[in-house]
């Protein structure tokens, strides 16, 4: 298994296990022994329309652990002051966890041709007030 990458914005990216089953694969998905994991608040499934973009969104406490268990999905960092720039890609053909601490800027683009799933396994329950969303246009995708 390849080894977990650190970011400059504090993400961190570890590869996940695929074990494939004749009757169906099985996908790791976060351990309560891992260090990203940082509590559990809720877990919940996104889908991405091919093309589409969501995003720009900081959390205040909430850490996300992101999935990408069918299709392709780009995600865009920023850190909190907006001067580091990362892009991550994952999906079928980079089976890993993107974890994203509080504080990180992050949109994310739809980039398989069909579905697109998205997991995040939360550290805390959802709470729309430790959050900011901003409008893609404040920050360049991808730059």
């Given at each position: 298994?390849?080894?977990?990458?650190?970011?400059?914005?504090?993400?961190?990216?570890?590869?996940?296990?695929?074990?494939?089953?004749?009757?169906?694969?099985?996908?790791?998905?976060?351990?309560?022994?891992?260090?990203?994991?940082?509590?559990?608040?809720?877990?919940?499934?996104?889908?991405?329309?091919?093309?589409?973009?969501?995003?720009?969104?900081?959390?205040?406490?909430?850490?996300?652990?992101?999935v990408v268990p069918v299709g392709?999905?780009?995600?865009?960092?920023?850190?909190?002051?907006?001067?580091?720039?990362?892009?991550?890609?994952?999906?079928?053909?980079?089976?890993?966890?993107?974890?994203?601490?509080?504080?990180?800027?992050?949109?994310?683009?739809?980039?398989?041709?069909?579905?697109?799933?998205?997991?995040?396994?939360?550290?805390i329950p959802h709470d729309p007030?430790?959050?900011?969303?901003?409008?893609?246009?404040?920050?360049?995708?991808?730059?």
């Amino acid at each position: 298994m390849d080894e977990i990458t650190r970011l400059a914005t504090g993400a961190v990216v570890t590869p996940l296990r695929r074990i494939a089953n004749p009757k169906g694969d099985v996908y790791h998905g976060l351990k309560a022994s891992e260090e990203s994991f940082k509590g559990f608040g809720e877990a919940y499934f996104s889908t991405v329309v091919p093309g589409v973009t969501k995003g720009w969104k900081r959390h205040s406490l909430m850490t996300l652990n992101l999935v990408v268990p069918v299709g392709t999905i780009e995600f865009y960092l920023r850190s909190e002051d907006g001067s580091v720039a990362e892009t991550v890609r994952l999906g079928e053909a980079r089976y890993a966890r993107l974890t994203v601490p509080p504080g990180v800027w992050m949109a994310f683009t739809g980039i398989g041709n069909s579905l697109n799933l998205l997991l995040n396994v939360a550290s805390i329950p959802h709470d729309p007030d430790e959050a900011v969303n901003l409008p893609l246009e404040h920050f360049p995708l991808g730059q």
